[in-house]
């Protein structure tokens, strides 16, 4: 089985546990730009889960739609903030990271943050060049670049340029000049060139 395939189906075991109790989500990663692409191997997934009123926090929520799943246990780093789910039931088992919506992606996750492909939310187009952009501007990972630069030459026109932080833009423009084309046929659609 190929490494996309194995992501997608944890992916969507995850996704119907999160359904079933009711919690917003998204996944993300390179298996987006996997999947978009026909690729059968990638090594990026994180889900993007939103808070909520009774139990708050994210990474609560997650615990709890799957506690009663054999296929599924979770790690809590504290110290680190990070919370990993493992699934697994293929061999090796597949590990998703969660993030909070807000830190990483939207703060909301609804019909104009999230698309769904092979009946899996993941987050749409902007937004996912938008949290590329945020994390290459931290790791400055060669993924995240070519991430960003192939659902840009490809998906362009589908950005919305207002979900796009124009100064980190700008700067990943320079530092890939290969991503300068479709960025300033953005920034030419919306009338800012």
Same mark, same amino acid.
């Given at each position: 089985m190929n490494e996309t395939r194995r992501l997608l189906e944890a992916a969507s075991a995850l996704s119907r546990l999160l359904v079933a109790s009711h919690v917003s989500h998204a996944f993300y990663g390179s298996v987006f730009t996997a999947i978009l692409a026909n690729i059968p191997q990638c090594e990026e997934i994180y889900c993007i889960v939103e808070g909520g009123q009774?139990? +708050?926090?994210?990474?609560?929520?997650?615990?709890?739609?799957v506690a009663d799943s054999d296929d599924f246990s979770t790690t809590l780093s504290p110290w680190t903030n990070r919370l990993h789910v493992t699934y697994r039931r293929p061999i090796p088992a597949v590990e998703i990271e969660i993030l909070p919506a807000g830190e990483a992606g939207p703060r909301r996750l609804d019909a104009s943050t999230v698309v769904k492909i092979q009946g899996i939310p993941f987050l749409a187009i902007s937004e996912f060049v938008r949290a590329k952009l945020k994390s290459w501007m931290i790791r400055m990972s060669d993924r995240d670049a070519q991430d960003i630069i192939y659902v840009l030459s490809r998906y362009w026109n589908r950005v919305d /340029?207002?979900? /796009?932080?124009?100064?980190? #833009?700008n700067y990943f423009a320079t530092r890939h000049t290969s991503s300068q084309p479709w960025w300033?046929?953005?920034?030419?659609?919306? +009338? #800012?060139s």
């Open positions: 009774h139990p +708050g926090h994210a990474f609560r929520r997650v615990r709890d739609a /340029i207002n979900r /796009i932080p124009e100064q980190d #833009m300033l046929a953005l920034k030419r659609k919306y +009338g #800012m």
